[in-house]
């Protein structure tokens, strides 16, 4: 094992021991959100596309769950089986889409399991986790004509996306949705900030769980979150002050 | 914690996932071995997950066309050019002539197409933005990015002028110190986000392969 290997280690053992404490620690130890307008604004769109028989939209983006971009869609996962909770009684329930067929099938995955836990197991259909299209590109060709059959009023990006992202978020507004999105790539958070009428920027939208109160997992890895930042932060400071100084060759 | 056959999922999935976290902390054989046979294995089940993918995608557009929905013809054509693509894939290969025609004429306009058109999508979302978020961070954006095109795109006139040298130093300080260390800080916080998201689901905290 390298140096560099032991560093990381510890890292992960860090992350691990500090998610499982905060999680152990509960309501205890009450979180305070800053305000994000998205997710304040979006409790009250799923609400009214639920009165008014529209269809909340989640996009998985258009990476793979093999590949290394995984994480934020993994993160609108756990958003989706929040959403699909509340929305297992309207007409018109959620949808979700991806480019990639596994994670079309964990989709599916989550929203059956999200039904049967509210009681609605009727409500599920496979379609409604659904391949868009396989290349990123053509998912976002195939995103107007879906936002607009499926009469889209909440369309929610949670996924990697590459410079189709800002077309996605783009379809979106054009439909007059509610459009909220983040990803993991910066350069594609620019596009969205200027695309989008509520950008998640940086770990906004790994945070979406937490605000969302999925659970108290969510809650803790945000704390975490928060705990090694600042770690890194100093570590990064005294560094650049050793070096300054001498103290560190 | 309540029981049922999703402990057995977890369990797969948590074990799965240490044996590959620890191959790439410990360089030992057997690790580094169970490592590959498992991500290859996962590339294998990837696509297959692909074929269910494209035979759901084919029943929405079914039902579509069943259904007789709005834009059913669009949906019509798409099960239509999926099938002969598919066909001639099968029986001549990937490297048919017609298959690699149909790639060359089709699919590559189309995308490049759709990036002209994000060309005009981000001008129109430029102008919204600043009639929509009328704030000092908004306005940051947009004047930078005036910036950065007036520095990097060549001028009709007076490209060699003093003021375009000027533009092209500030996109220069621009880019390479404000970006590059606003981008740093937003890639720590992403970094962070995924490991906890990664560490949820080896956790079985998430299990987005359901209950």
Same mark, same amino acid.
């Given at each position: 094992m390298t140096a560099i290997d032991l560093v990381g280690l510890v890292i992960l053992i860090l992350f691990l021991v500090s998610m499982l404490v905060y999680a152990s620690l509960g309501e205890r130890w009450k979180v305070v959100f800053r305000p994000l307008s998205g997710l304040d604004a979006l409790d009250e769109a799923i609400e009214r596309a639920v009165e008014d028989g529209s269809r909340v939209h989640v996009s998985l983006g258009? @990476?793979?769950? %093999?590949? =290394? +971009?995984s994480a934020p869609a993994l993160a609108g996962l756990a958003m989706l089986s929040k959403i699909a909770a509340k929305t297992s009684m309207s007409d018109k329930p959620v949808v979700a889409t991806a480019a990639d067929g596994a994670m079309a099938l964990l989709a599916q995955d989550t929203l059956r399991t999200a039904y049967d836990e509210a009681g609605a197991?009727?409500?599920?259909? #496979? %379609? =409604?986790?659904?391949?868009?299209? #396989?290349?990123p590109f053509s998912y976002a060709a195939a995103l107007p004509g879906m936002l607009a059959t499926e009469d889209v009023s909440v369309h929610l990006m949670s996924g990697s996306y590459g410079a189709e992202g800002g077309l996605a978020a783009d379809f979106g507004e054009r439909k007059q949705a509610l459009v909220m999105a983040g990803t993991d790539d910066v350069q594609s958070q620019a596009l969205l900030y200027a695309t989008a009428q509520y950008p998640l920027i940086g770990e906004e939208v790994f945070a979406t769980g937490a605000y969302l109160d999925i659970g108290r997992m969510h809650r803790a890895s945000l704390r975490t979150q928060d705990l090694v930042r600042f770690l890194i932060v100093a570590a990064i400071l005294l560094g650049t002050i050793a070096r300054t100084v001498g103290l560190w060759p | 914690m309540k029981l049922g056959p999703y402990l057995v999922w977890a369990a797969v999935a948590t074990g799965t996932g240490i044996l590959v976290l620890l191959g790439y902390f410990f360089q030992l054989d057997v690790l580094i071995g169970l490592r590959l046979l498992l991500i290859q294995w996962a590339v294998l089940l990837a696509a297959a997950a692909l074929m269910l993918g494209l035979f759901n995608l084919l029943s929405v557009h079914w039902n579509k066309v069943s259904l007789q929905q709005h834009g059913w013809p669009y949906s019509a054509m798409l099960i239509l050019f999926f099938l002969v693509t598919l066909v001639l894939g099968l029986l001549?290969? #990937? +490297?048919y002539e017609v298959v690699l025609l149909l790639f060359r004429y089709v699919q590559v306009p189309v995308e490049a197409s759709l990036m002209a058109l994000l060309a005009i999508s981000l001008a129109v979302a430029g102008f919204r933005l600043l009639s929509r978020r009328r704030d000092l961070v908004s306005l940051a954006f947009v004047g930078t990015t005036l910036i950065v095109l007036l520095g990097t795109a060549p001028w009709p %006139? @007076? @490209?060699?002028?003093s003021v375009y040298l000027a533009f092209s130093d500030v996109r220069a300080w621009v880019s390479q110190v404000w970006a590059a260390a606003g981008a740093r800080g937003i890639l720590l916080g992403v970094a962070l986000g995924a490991i906890t998201t990664g560490l949820r689901v080896l956790l079985a905290s998430d299990r987005p392969y359901g209950d």
């Open positions: 258009t @990476g793979s769950v %093999i590949g =290394s +971009d197991s009727g409500r599920y259909e #496979p %379609i =409604s986790g659904r391949l868009l299209a #396989p290349s | 001549f290969g #990937p +490297d %006139i @007076g @490209g060699e002028s």
